[in-house]
Structures are given as structure tokens and as C-alpha cells.
């Protein structure tokens, strides 16, 4: 079994730090993650997500030492969910990521004026980066290329 999360998103605050009775070190901070996708009318949409970080000891040090808002940050971790009764006696619950490693990565966007929007796949500048057309003829077995004719341009390692 396998419980695994990746995020790469933006900070939306500066990491909080609780420095607890037996010497451990938490922080917490929040991540957004985007999401576009063309709706029903064809217009595109981008939807933001929230995250809830958890980061402990060494790297809740590191956290608090290096991440500011607005930053970009890979992180990997494990989704956890808990509960707590709050002030009132009523049963809370949360889901939060604790992550086990963190990477500032450069800015998080990247510069506007290149005409990307960050990143964030598929973004509305993709709309013209589909496969070319199929030119089969009703032959159900003719394969259509699954590069597109700019892929000399893409920059992806992979």
C-alpha cells in the first residue's frame, strides 16, 4: 500500500513555528495548487486548491529559516486526517500533508511575459498544442501521431 503525495505549488503564508514541551520543532504553512480546464463553454477556467502542510524537527527548522509567502516549493509527504474536540466540545477534523521533503524551486511561475501561465498543465496557451489532425479515411487502424508538430520546443526532461 501506498500513501504518497506531491505538490508543487506556492506558499500563501509564512510558515507558523510551535516549538513543543520536549524540544520538537513543527511548522505549518499552507500551499496552493492550480488547476485550468476549459468549461462547458468552452472558456477556460483555473481552479485553485489549498494544502495544509506539516513539516517536523530538522526540516520545520529548515522551513522556518528559508520559506517566505509567495515562494515555490515541491513538496513531498503523506496525507494524514485527525480529529480534536475544540473550545465549544464540538469533534473537528482536518486533512493536512506531513511532508517528509521540501524544495524551494525558482520564483514558482515563471516570467509572464513568456506567455506561460506557471506551469500549471493544461494551461490556455495549450489549446493549440494538440496531436495534428488525423488524416485517416475511415480506416479505424490508421494511427494518429501523438507528438505534436512543436514538440522540438518543449522543454519538459521528460
Known amino acids: 500500500m501506498v500513501n504518497r503525495v506531491i505538490l508543487i505549488g506556492n506558499l500563501g503564508r509564512d510558515p507558523e513555528i510551535r516549538r513543543l514541551e520536549n524540544g520538537a520543532v513543527v511548522a505549518k504553512f499552507p500551499i496552493a495548487t492550480n488547476e485550468n480546464y476549459k468549461d462547458k463553454n468552452g472558456e477556460w477556467q483555473s481552479q485553485t486548491e489549498w494544502h495544509d502542510i506539516v513539516v517536523w524537527r530538522t526540516l520545520a527548522e529548515r522551513a522556518e529559516s528559508t520559506l517566505k509567502k509567495g515562494m515555490g516549493v515541491y513538496v513531498e509527504g503523506k496525507l494524514t486526517h485527525r480529529s480534536w474536540q475544540d473550545q465549544d466540545g464540538n469533534t473537528r477534523y482536518t486533512t493536512e500533508v506531513v511532508a517528509n521533503y521540501f524544495r524551494i524551486i525558482s520564483g514558482g511561475r515563471r516570467d509572464e511575459s513568456s506567455g506561460s501561465s506557471g506551469g500549471y498543465f493544461p494551461a490556455p496557451e495549450d489549446e493549440g498544442r494538440s496531436a ?9 487502424s490508421a494511427s494518429v501521431s501523438e507528438e505534436p508538430d512543436n514538440a522540438a520546443d518543449d522543454d519538459l526532461p521528460f
Open 132 to 140: 495534428p489532425p488525423s488524416t485517416d479515411n475511415g480506416d479505424s
